[in-house]
């Protein structure tokens, strides 16, 4: 993965900025994009699971695709990036 967007008009994107000696990804650039507002931060990998919990929290959310009560969230070890999705209604 070098880069992924999510969105159109509004996005969220993930850019692999810097890797370690194995190869890994070691920070990410993500960066939001609004009608009139934007920015972006550098996210460090969490030294013991890398990006797998964010990868994770992707995957429970493509595999929950018709709807799940409450909310999901992900937050980065330092605290730096936070996402939280919720679904309108559960889908039968």
Do not use: N
């Amino acid at each position: 993965m070098r880069k992924v967007v999510i969105g159109r008009s509004q996005q969220l994107t993930f850019e692999v900025v810097q890797r370690g000696s194995d190869g890994e990804a070691t920070s990410l650039l993500v960066s939001v994009t609004l009608k009139d507002l934007s920015g972006h931060r550098k996210v460090a990998a969490h030294y013991g699971k890398g990006f797998d919990d964010l990868s994770e929290f992707f995957e429970d959310l493509a595999g929950h695709w018709k709807g799940w009560p409450g909310t999901k969230s992900y937050e980065s070890l330092e605290g730096d990036l936070l996402l939280s999705a919720t679904t309108r209604a559960m889908l039968g």
